[in-house]
């Protein structure tokens, strides 16, 4: 997703006292529910989904059922599943048994008729109904919209992340366990397009004026990128030769925007040329590439790409870096679609490890503009982006209750991803390490601390204080240095313990390397020099001579 602008400005304020107060926000047993892998949860292995769904926009309703096929891990006889209020669970079947269940707010636990037995393989089929809640503003907040095109056709969305699927359809809704596939079968008015993950297997038209799409998705997908977008759209697409053959890239538009799209859509090759360099291969292959029309600015649906940026680059026309780099690519097709790597092949397993996402998501911008136009684009733009940082709070939220933490996971995060690229101090190898973590984690969820782990060793160098520092705590460090004539003293403050990355100095314009620790060191210069830190790094540096 894109970090929410808009409201950063009005809620300034706001977001001040809650950062003081972070530490002291008190979680509902409702956020606890959502957000922990349960007992409930733990003893069965996710593998497949049939979501079957009809939309009805006469009352804005939808009705359904999801069969959700599992593993058994460990014998236990409750379930949970998820769907918010005010959507309902009516039935849950097994086999030809109607199941018991009972309700705690958004959680259903429901009893099957035996204890289950490791190993074994079994499915339930729960239906649903209900008008779901509208979202107030998508994509940042969660839920259906019933929208019209500029010709007065129905337009109607979804958008759940960070919500949850759960708003609108019966999940397993947390993000440590995803199916192995999915088949979704939605039906909707005749006169529409549906469009969801996946390939299209068939479209039929039934009695009673109405269509029923079938998608197929046959790859691991989180819940929160499972989408139904429902318009009068018109399709085109193209292939693309990437990395692992020919990508199928399809486009559905409103049709008076298709030659605008057929134009402004030249932007996806360019953005697979650049992010498979940088990430590797499309992590999507067997289920394509789409971007999908939409009435917000974009999500990163997996496999199906939504887009509202206008048909402009930028976002919404604006450079987020204000250099004039970021009106060089569409934001919403860069952005949105790195998340194919970072977001939906690799999945963090809790919300408040997100800045694998969205930080590898902000960095792609960058990447891409380093593929496109060089290396001094990249700087300038990623620095650019530094004016957003708030140091409000550290990046990863509170684990087990569904949160999210700060929204520094996006700046804050490419620019921690662009000083570690200066620390190692080898493109090849920082790119290397970034395939390294698609290929290890290809379709998996993770914790951040594989994640961490994998680049220390990538990296050849022990990065807990560095991650520590940025991911965990809101200090800038500080590089303080005093020249006492050719003496140059130094050292990190205002930082973790054991905070000692490399830093990359130029003394009277000659490069040196230095490495910090909390304390002092020195080495000769010549008296007088010039002391100067490299911007790449996201540091603040401190002349104690100058007060
Ligand atoms: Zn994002």
Redesign the pocket.
């Known amino acids: 997703?894109?970090?929410q602008n808009g409201i950063i400005l009005i809620s300034l304020l706001l977001l001040t006292t809650f950062a003081v107060h972070a530490q002291n926000v008190v979680f509902t047993h409702q956020d606890s529910l959502r957000g922990t892998i349960t007992n409930e949860r733990a003893w069965w292995d996710l593998l497949y989904y049939h979501l079957d769904v009809t939309v009805n926009p006469v009352d804005s309703s939808l009705k359904g059922q999801n069969t959700i096929r599992f593993r058994v891990l460990a014998p236990f006889q409750t379930m949970q599943i998820d769907l918010q209020e005010p959507m309902h669970i009516t039935k849950v079947m097994l086999e030809k048994e109607e199941l018991l269940f009972r309700r705690d707010g958004n959680a259903y636990f429901i009893t099957l008729t035996q204890k289950q037995t490791t190993g074994d393989f079994n499915q339930i089929t729960v239906s649903f109904e209900g008008k779901p809640q509208v979202s107030k503003r998508p994509p940042w907040s969660g839920g259906l919209s019933w929208k019209r095109d500029k010709n007065n056709n129905p337009l109607i969305v979804t958008t759940c992340q960070g919500d949850g699927a759960s708003l609108w359809w019966p999940c397993k809704d947390h993000q440590y366990d995803e199916p192995d596939s999915m088949l979704m079968t939605v039906t909707v008015p005749e006169g529409l397009t549906e469009v969801s993950n996946g390939r299209l297997r068939s479209v039929t038209l039934n009695p009673g004026n109405t269509k029923t799409f079938t998608w197929f998705v046959s790859n691991p997908i989180n819940n929160y990128c499972v989408n139904l977008n429902i318009a009068d759209y018109v399709h085109f697409g193209e292939t693309y030769k990437g990395e692992k053959g020919i990508l199928d890239c399809d486009y559905y538009v409103l049709p008076y925007n298709l030659d605008k799209a057929k134009q402004q859509f030249s932007e996806v090759p360019r953005m697979l040329e650049a992010l498979e360099y940088w990430f590797g291969p499309y992590p999507f292959y067997e289920d394509s590439y789409k971007l999908v029309e939409v009435p917000y600015p974009g999500m990163?649906h997996q496999s199906s790409v939504t887009y509202g940026n206008d048909y402009k680059n930028g976002y919404k026309q604006t450079d987020e870096s204000n250099t004039g780099w970021g009106l060089k690519f569409d934001f919403i097709i860069v952005?949105?679609s790195?998340?194919e790597w970072f977001?939906n092949s690799i999945t963090t397993k809790d919300i408040a490890d997100m800045w694998v996402?969205?930080s590898f998501?902000?960095y792609s911008e960058s990447l891409f503009l380093n593929y496109h136009f060089g290396k001094q684009a990249c700087s300038d733009y990623v620095i650019g982006t530094r004016a957003k940082i708030r140091n409000d709070r550290p990046i990863i939220g509170p684990y087990d209750v569904n949160t999210e933490g700060s929204g520094d996971m996006?700046f804050k995060g490419a620019n921690m991803l662009h000083t570690l690229r200066q620390v190692i101090n080898d493109d090849e190898k920082f790119r290397q390490m970034i395939r390294g973590l698609s290929k290890t984690f290809y379709h998996q969820t993770v914790t951040t601390q594989q994640v961490e782990n994998y680049m220390s060793e990538a990296a050849g160098m022990n990065l807990t204080s560095f991650f520590n520092q940025y991911l965990r705590d809101i200090r800038i460090p500080v590089f303080e240095y005093q020249l006492d004539k050719s003496i140059l003293k130094y050292r990190w403050t205002n930082c973790v313990t054991g905070f000692n990355i490399p830093i990359k100095i130029s003394v009277n314009k000659t490069t040196n390397w230095l490495n910090p620790t909390s304390e002092w060191k020195t080495v000769t210069v010549k008296k007088g020099s010039t002391i100067n830190t490299d911007i790449n790094f996201y540091i603040m540096s401190k002349n104690l001579d100058i007060h």
Do not use: P
Request: glycine share 14%; no cysteine; hydrophobic share 20%.
């Open positions: 997703m894109k970090r990163e952005h949105e790195a998340h977001g996402h969205e998501g902000a996006y």
